[in-house]
Nanobody
Framework: QVQLVESGGGLVQAGDSLTLSCEASGRDFSSYGMAWFRQAPGGEREFVAA????????GYADSVQGRFTISRDNARNTVYLQMNSLQPEDTAVYSC????????????????????WGQGTQVTVSS
């Protein structure tokens, strides 16, 4: 079992950058595939980015491709989301998620595939 705690959110202006962190407690962090999701006010939770256990394979939503970068440091039990060129439509609560059933280069864009979730961190982008 793993517990996830996000940090790094805040209020920024359009065009700014921000890096989110998600630190995991528990054992065997390197056994978990990790992902970031976000939920805007009044909206559903949507996929942002995912990274496999080894960090070799990464996937992004079309809306963030080329602007956001997901990475992980298994020695620090942490996954990161580097967000560049932020826009007001990126405003949301960002949550990290984990699952240890994924194998190889597989990752999922679906919330139901992840068993562990953090509480989320608010990102607000002003125009």
């Amino acid at each position: 079992q793993v517990q996830l705690v996000e940090s790094g959110g805040g209020l920024v202006q359009a065009g700014d950058s921000l890096t989110l962190s998600c630190e995991a407690s528990g054992r065997d962090f390197s056994s978990y595939g990790m992902a970031w999701f976000r939920q805007a006010p009044g909206g559903e939770r949507e996929f942002v980015a995912a990274i496999t256990k080894t960090g070799i394979t990464k996937g992004y939503a079309d809306s963030v491709q080329g602007r956001f970068t997901i990475s992980r440091d298994n020695a620090r039990n942490t996954v990161y989301l580097q967000m560049n060129s932020l826009q007001p439509e990126d405003t949301a609560v960002y949550s990290c998620a984990a699952d240890r059933t994924f194998r190889g280069s597989y990752y999922s864009q679906y919330t139901a595939a992840y068993n562990y979730w953090g509480q989320g961190t608010q990102v607000t982008v002003s125009s």
